[in-house]
Each structure stands twice: as C-alpha cells, then as structure tokens.
Antibody
C-alpha cells in the first residue's frame, strides 16, 4: 500500500527541539520532493518548507528560517523535520506530503497521517 | 510573496445546494500552479483540484475548479453530507507556497 508513515506524538518543553520522521511505504521516496505542513489548534494549514529528492536543496518559509531543518536519509527511505527552540505556539499537527509527480514540487496528493507536537512547560 | 485570500470565511448551505468558494491572489499566479484541498478534523488534507481545474484521482465530478490570473473558484455542484468540511487553496507559483486561510463549509 502506497503511504507515508510519520512518527508518533511528541510532548516537549519550551526551548527544546523535536525531530519528526516520515517514511515511505509502497514507493520510492528518493524520487519525490517532500513538503512539510502544519496546523495549529483552531488555525489553518501553514506551509513550512520543501526538500528536494536528493536532499541537497531545501526551501523554508520565512516564519521558520533559522529554527527548522529538513533532511533525508536515503538508507532508511525517510525524511525528517527538525524544529528547534520550540514555543507554545508550535503546538500543532505536522504533516509530510508527497507531490503527484516525481521530481516535481507541486500538488501534494499523498499525505502522512500527521504527528501531534505539544509544547508545554 | 503571494498571499491568497479565501472568501467567504464560512459558507452555510444545505445538502443538494451549490457551493461557490473563492480564492484571490495578491498577484498573478500561473494557473497551472493552483490547487484546492478538502480538510476534515482528524484527517490529512485531500487534494481535490490541481492546475486550477483538473480533478485529482477519485474526486467526484460534482467538484470543479476554474479561474486564472488572480481569481480562482471551487464549485461543488450538489452538496453531499460528506462535503461539509474546510477547504483551502494553495499556490505553487513561487516560494513560499502559501495556503489561503480557508473556507468552512457548514450545514
């Protein structure tokens, strides 16, 4: 079955870091860009950034510059999102998403199940 | 950066009625790079329309997209009970690939 499987829920204290994984099942992750999107409670969808198929190129939304890192591990067919210096307003569900077409950054149509990150003292 | 503004914020309709959702961009978007998603609580977003007007795989034909330039529309011709959800537009013209703030379609 073609799917993206994300790591489980996390609870972190303010100032800490979180690293979420996104693994492919049923397809080759290394030929796709991967987006990361989050939704805070009661808020809309927020685009965080994108990583290229090779992992050599990343583009981050301005809101996260300096605090975020997206990486790939080809040996484990996984993509990672790391967010540092967590604040309470980083509490959200984080999604990874794969575009329709290989080597294209547009139109994610396959989404992970979401990972809830709770930031609380 | 391109900002997307969706209207209305909330749309109250009944099953069987027609829904028209708007997405306006702060600058011209290549219409090949505009998508619409449906999002229900506890689920991942679902791609409905890409390229402004192409239905994604498995999307019923009651969903249609149109528009170009700065004005785009998602139309649901005859609302089914399962269509009541949040709807977002998103562009892929240039980074950042912003979403609109969403339209809540409620009964």
């Amino acid at each position: 079955q073609v799917q993206l499987v994300q790591s489980g829920a996390e609870v972190k204290k303010p100032g800490a870091s979180v690293k979420i994984s996104c693994r492919a099942s049923g397809f080759t992750l290394s030929t796709y860009y991967i987006h990361w999107v989050r939704q805070a409670p009661g808020q809309g969808l927020e685009w965080m950034g994108i990583i290229s198929p090779s992992g050599s190129s990343t583009t981050y939304a301005q809101n996260f510059q300096g605090r975020v890192a997206m990486t790939r591990d080809t040996s484990t067919s996984a993509v990672y999102l790391e967010l540092n210096i967590l604040r309470s307003d980083d509490t959200a569900v984080y999604y990874c998403a794969r575009p329709l077409i290989e080597y294209s950054g547009s139109f994610p149509d396959l989404w992970g199940q979401g990972t809830l990150v709770t930031v609380s003292s | 950066e391109i900002v997307l503004t969706q209207s209305p914020g909330t749309l109250s309709l009944s099953p069987g009625e027609r829904a028209t959702l708007s997405c306006r961009a702060s600058q011209t978007i290549n219409s090949n790079y505009l998508a619409w998603y449906q999002h229900k609580p506890g689920q991942a977003p679902r791609l409905l329309i890409y390229g402004a007007s192409t239905r994604a795989t498995g999307i019923p034909d009651r969903f249609s997209g149109s528009g170009s330039g700065t004005d785009f529309t998602l139309t649901i011709s005859r609302l089914e009970p399962e269509d009541f959800a949040l709807y977002y537009c998103q562009h892929f013209d240039s980074s950042p690939y912003n979403f609109g703030q969403g339209t809540k379609l409620e009964i």
